[in-house]
């Protein structure tokens, strides 16, 4: 069991950039390192979508086609945290951003056993 919860959504114009985090707290014998880690997202009236996940180690690290050479996952497995670096922000990145959890990388949003609460991320035109 894990509790993941996020930080550092706000408002930006587009262009701009916001570091997410996504901080965890271990509820069994399992480490931090033995989570693949995820950020998801799901904007208004839209089904929620992968953006980016990180393996064990720090790889692999598959991107959305959407977000691929703005948006960067990266881990620090000795604070239990996941970030999401994201640049170059465009209005349709508009969208509460999840953390999550799994033992492997998973594609499918319902395939994560652990979810954050969400942080909201608005870019505006």
């Known amino acids: 069991q894990v509790q993941l919860v996020e930080s550092g959504g706000g408002l930006v114009q587009a262009g701009g950039s916001l570091r997410l985090s996504c901080a965890a707290s271990?509820?069994?014998?399992?480490?931090?390192?033995?989570?693949?880690m995820a950020w998801l997202r799901q904007a208004p009236g839209k089904e929620r979508e992968f953006v980016a996940a990180?393996?064990?180690?720090?790889?692999?690290?598959p991107y959305a086609d959407s977000v691929k050479g703005r948006f960067t996952i990266s881990r620090d497995n000795a604070k239990n945290t996941v970030f999401l670096q994201m640049t170059s922000l465009i209005p349709e990145d508009t969208a509460v951003y999840y953390c999550?959890?799994?033992?492997?990388?998973?594609?499918?949003?319902?395939?994560?056993?652990?979810w954050g609460q969400g942080t909201q991320v608005t870019v505006s035109s």
């Open positions: 271990l509820l069994s014998g399992r480490t931090f390192r033995s989570y693949a």
């Open positions: 999550a959890a799994d033992t492997f990388i998973r594609y499918q949003p319902q395939e994560y056993t652990a």
């Open positions: 990180i393996g064990w180690d720090g790889d692999p690290t």
